[in-house]
């Protein structure tokens, strides 16, 4: 059975574009199961925020969407997971802010990858439009500002750690922290 915490807590996970993410927080949302929610990024601008142009202009905006979702959430999961670049150190810090104000519990978990490793990943073909030449793809981490979290609770370099050794550590950090 999975270890769940014993307040309303989200798992906000932040790294450059294909660093992992997603992979990480799909294993962690299968793990914790149907009393766990989850929220990509990539899903989010693709449908709530489809309107948003990305980059540093909308962000605050696809934020407080996200946040309203995730507030939306409270009394029905018991984890949420979310998984965004979250570039600005700001922005998560009003994340973090907003969302123990409404009760939750924050965890900042860093995904870190090199930007060769991105750019091998390259999911989305993101990497490749911006080497042949396409200087509209902002890449946080690698031609975009991107703020290393210096105070994430997990950090996961997924240049050195698998898969499974990213959720296991995520998953012991809950246990440990939480009153279960």
């Not at 899903?43 to 202009?57: A, E, F, H, V, W």
């Not at 870190?112 to 990497?127: F, H, I, N, Q």
Request: glycine content about 6%; hydrophobic content about 35%.
């Amino acid at each position: 059975m999975a270890i769940m915490p014993t307040t309303h807590s989200v798992l906000w996970l932040t790294g450059p574009p294909c660093s992992g993410k997603t992979t990480i927080a799909a294993e962690l949302h299968q793990y914790f199961g149907k009393r766990s929610s989850f929220f990509d990024g990539d899903t989010i601008r693709n449908t709530i925020s489809k309107d948003l142009q990305p980059g540093p202009q909308d962000r605050e905006k696809n934020l407080n969407r996200v946040l309203d979702l995730i507030k939306a959430k409270k009394g029905i999961s018991e984890i949420v997971i979310a998984a965004f670049v979250s570039p600005d150190v700001q922005l998560r810090a009003l994340t973090k802010e907003r969302l123990e104000s409404a009760g939750f519990r924050f965890i900042l978990v860093h995904v870190s990858a090199s930007p060769a490793t991105c750019m091998e990943r390259d999911v989305k073909g993101l990497y490749k439009k911006f080497k042949d030449g396409d200087t509209s793809i902002l890449l946080p981490g690698f031609n975009d500002r991107y703020d290393i979290p210096l105070d994430a609770s997990v950090i996961c370099n997924t240049d050195k750690e698998d898969l499974q050794a990213c959720v296991k550590k995520i998953i012991d950090y809950v246990a440990s922290t939480s009153n279960v």
